[in-house]
Structures are given as structure tokens and as C-alpha cells.
């Protein structure tokens, strides 16, 4: 049984084929597109999953999109209705917008893939729903989903068990966290529903001193929900900026993108962070009602990895899943997984999720596009290669790693990474400023084999997917004195001294784990890099996306792993023979190492 699953028409478009209620391919469009968060109709993607599957579209059973057009527009109108006149400008265009893209689902597959079968429309929420739990190894689990919008909800809760997913109780539009935070993304002058990640990096530096005054923005409920305080905000209404006036009156006047980042914008920052992991335990314990011993966690939000290990360490589950694509992208996944389950009715079996689910290239592809761009490389063998690449990053060298199927989602998780020496305490710093050309508070995200973990990352339990991270900061309890309910029915991880390019500022980390079978190679390097420095022990690395300059997305050997080298001004190579005079030129700068 195959099954399509698409999402477009907002940001993130993509494509996933299941076949026999598993996930064989799936990418993003903006991988082919080199567009990021391209949101038109996947036509690369979808044609990459077929191609990859061994399909055509006569072959597929039914094909799933992600949300519900129509609920969409009914939001849309309603609130639009409710704000009037104030509203007209924004109604216009997301009327528009949803009418040319959401209502075409059907004539898009018939043009462009000339399919005429079954299409089923999955709701938002359910969509992000089961691309965590059908991924889950768990049999039974409680289900949260929290991103921005989708129909109606903001937020979901659901219960999965076997093959079934069913809606427990949601919170709806306008009251949502997501939307918070993509408020306050845009307030300290970063790209709403772009940036959010930025601005959860740039917590790391700055003290949560602004708690009073967000007790004006949100209320924290006793039953788990939250509700905004609604006079603050203008994205209901407004087209052009997402807070009102009050806002300003509240925090202070909101910074322009190319205004330098102040003290008090640090502290905003730190504060929102704070709240928001405050409100998702809240959520995530309100879960526990069922006696449910997992929980599966997806939507954009999702994404927020320090709040993630706040969850599991102080929701009280004994397991906590995120599949690697959480936000809107893992929602073609979880619409496909929908429908061959719970429409199509196949049965499931709870295992392993794979997670390189894109493109791939074979020896002599890679060989013809290295010979095509008339550059010297050695073809070695693989025990050879991995120790040549741990010796480069002993000696400072940074390195494009390039191997087997890409990652499905926006975590470099071994297959398409760039790679560096812990050791050098300079070395964030240089692949901030020269190779992924960013804010200089950005941090590396490390990569360790799953054995040598423990020694490193604290925490009681092991996350089964590492795209989370942990603080020390304490449960707080925002106003959960409040009797209202907007429901609706239905460890720190902190490296040891001499792993210094790795932490933020505050020692809050992204870990990933690297099990043996999730990435051979990969794991072999990683273990040959522990021979680092003449024997001593280095079992953590710093490991980064694949991205150049602007944060276009890389996809395939010929656009991506080898020209975004010289894109990079860097000595970073997909081989083992990086240009030593990158090395050289590091070493006669003032205040680097020799």
C-alpha cells in the first residue's frame, strides 16, 4: 500500500512516500530548490519520493495533505470578521494566498502528476500528531503537538494506541505559544517564522528579569492551558508587525534588524525562553492525566530543544520521542502515516525511526562531479578515511562530511554535517564568522557515539531522538493560581573542560546521539577522533548543517558538498585533502592558537 504525503502552501513544503505504513522517502522541496522554507508545490520533492520508492503515480493508493483548506478559510474569514476594520488588508492577502494555493491540492496532482486517485485532508494538528507517534517505538503514549496555528488549534493533545490516534482536547487560535514567541522574534528584530531558533540561542546570554512584566502577556492556568493577554498583540489583525503599541509600552521600544543586540534585548530573550518552558511543561504534565508513561511531542515548538529536556525531566514521563522533522515538513510524513494507518486501515508496528529518509549519491556520481570541477582528491579506503579526517580535525581543519541518504528535517544528524576540532577554543567563533557567516552567539551542536554519552550529558533518561537539550534553570510556576482553563474538549548536558568549542555561553547544548546502525561511517569517525591530541580522549564533536552563505539549503554533490566550499572561504572539503593555507592563515591571527 503507498501512500503520498504533502505540505505546502505556508513555509516548509515537502514530500514523503509511505509504503506499507513506512516512511521510505521523504524530503524537503527547499533541498532541491536551494529556496529556504520554500513553500510552492513540492514538484522536486514529490518526484525524488516516486523515483526513490520505485514509483510512478499510478501506483499510489492515495495521497494525504496536511491540513484542512477549508477550516483554514473559515479562520481566517471569522477572525478577519472580528477585527474589522482594521483587518481588511490582511484578510485580503491570506484569502488570496489560501485560495491559489490551498484549494488546489487536487488540479496540482492532476497537473503535475497527472494523479486522479483518492486525496484525503488531514488536520493540522493530527498531521504533526502522527508523524510522532507512527514514528514512535512506543505502542501506547500521550501525543502534544504545539506550533503556531493550524486550523483552529494552537495546540493538541491526543492519545495513541496500536494503529489509532484519538483528540483529546485542543487550545485554540488566538491563544498560542508559538505565535508568543514568533511576537517577540520580531520584536528583537529577528524574521518572524524564520528566526525563532535565533532568538532561543541568544537566551543563553541574558538573565530572565523581565518575569512581571510577562505576567501581563500570559496567564498560566492550573489545568495546564494558557491563555494572551490579547490587547498586546496585532497579529489577528495586522499585516505589518505582530505586536501592538502596548507592547512597546510594556518591554521598551523593539529593535531594528541591523541594530546592535543591547543587554535588554538578551534579557527579553532569556525571559521568553524561561516562560515558554515553563508553559510546556504545564502542557506536557496535563498529558499525564490518562496515566500515560511516553510522550511523542511534535509541532514547530517542538523545536525548541532546551524546553524539550525540561520536559523530560520534570514532566514525569519515562520516555519522550521528537522524530527529526517536528515542524511543518514532518507533517507531509505524519499526513501519509494518517492516512495508511488510520484512513486505508494497514497495520502498524512500532520500531526504530529511520531518520535519513532523502537523496542520496553513488560513488561515481560523487567521483564524475569531483573529476567535472578539476580539483585534487585521494579516494581512499573507509577505515583510512575516517582516520585521515580525525587527524585533520586534530590538526584544526574543518571538514564537510558527506555521506549516504541526507537527513529528513532541519538537524545536521550525521550524513550532511561540517565537522571541527572541540578542543580549539576559538573554533565557534571561526565557524560562526567565516564558514556559516552568523551571529556570533550562535553555538555548535555536538555529535557522540550513544556508548560515550553517559560520561558526558547529564539527565536520568536517555531522549530516544537528539535533537534536545537541557538547562539548570528551576521550575517555575508563571500564574497557575488561576482557576480559568482555555482547553477545549475533544539534564544540564555540560562538557567537560577541554571540549570548549561545543557549549554556549551557558552550557545548554543540542546533543546527538549516534547509534552504530543510524550512521556507520559517522560513528567510526567520531570514534577514531577520540585518539585526538596525541591519545588524549576527545569522544565529542562539534558538528553544524551543511548551508551556505544566506542559509541556503544544500542538497545534491554538484550544487551542494562540493561548491559550497569555496563559498565558504574556508579549508573545509568533502575529502581528506583540505588546502593547508586556511590552516596557516588561522594561525597568524591575533588571538588564535598556534
Known sequence: MNVLGLSYNYHDAAACVVRDGVAVAAAEEERFSRIKHDSRFPRQAVAFCLRTAGLTSRDLDAVAFYEKPAHKLERILQVGKRHAPASAANVVAQFSSHIAGGFDVEPQLREQMGFEG???????????????????????????????????????????????????????????????????????????????????????????????????????????????????????????????????????????????????????????????????????????????????????????????????????????????????????????????????????????????LGPEFGEAEMLAALQASGVAFRRLPEAERCRQVAALIAQDFIIGWFQGRMEFGPRALGARSILANPRNPHMQDILNARVKFREEFRPCAPAVTAEAAPRYFDGRRKPLHAADAASDAGPGSGNSGRHACRWHRAGANRLPRGQPAIPSIDHRIRRDFRHADLGQHFVQRARRADRLHAGRRCEVLPRNRHRLPGDRPVSGVEGAAWRITPKMRTGARPCARPRRWWRRAIRRRPGWPR
Open 118 to 356: 483518492d486525496v484525503y485532508f488531514c488536520a493540522h494538528h493530527l498531521s504533526h500528531a502522527a508523524s510522532a507517534f507512527y514514528a514512535s517505538p512506543y505502542e501506547a503514549a500521550a501525543i502534544l503537538t504545539v506550533d503556531g496555528v493550524g486550523e483552529w488549534a494552537t495546540v493538541a493533545q491526543f492519545r495513541g494506541r496500536g494503529s489509532v490516534i484519538e483528540k483529546r482536547r485542543e487550545i485554540r487560535y488566538p491563544h498560542s505559544i508559538g505565535l508568543l514567541y514568533s511576537t517577540l522574534t520580531a520584536f528583537l528584530g529577528f524574521r518572524a517564522n524564520d528566526d525563532e531558533y535565533k532568538v532561543m540561542g541568544l537566551a543563553a546570554y541574558g538573565k530572565p528579569r523581565f518575569r512581571a512584566q510577562f505576567e501581563e502577556l500570559v496567564t498560566l492556568h492550573r489545568d495546564g492551558s494558557f491563555s494572551l493577554a490579547l490587547p498586546y498583540f496585532a497579529f489577528m489583525y495586522a499585516r505589518e508587525r505582530m505586536h501592538s503599541p502596548l507592547l512597546e509600552s510594556l518591554l521598551g521600544p523593539p529593535r531594528a534588524p541591523h541594530e546592535s543586540v543591547s543587554e535588554r534585548h538578551r534579557d527579553i530573550a532569556a525571559t521568553l525562553q524561561a516562560v515558554t518552558e515553563d508553559i510546556l511543561v504545564a502542557l506536557a504534565r496535563a498529558c499525564r492525566d490518562d496515566g500515560a508513561r511516553h510522550l511523542c511531542l511534535a509541532g514547530g515548538v517542538a523545536q525548541n530543544c532546551v524546553a524539550n529536556t525540561k520536559i523530560l525531566q520534570r514532566a514525569g514521563f519515562s520516555g519522550l520521542f521528537i522524530q527529526p522533522a517536528p515542524g511543518d515538513s514532518g507533517a507531509a510524513m505524519g499526513a501519509a502515516l494518517w492516512a495508511s494507518h488510520q484512513v486505508l486501515g494497514q497495520a502498524r508496528s512500532p520500531a526504530r525511526h529511520q531518520t535519513c
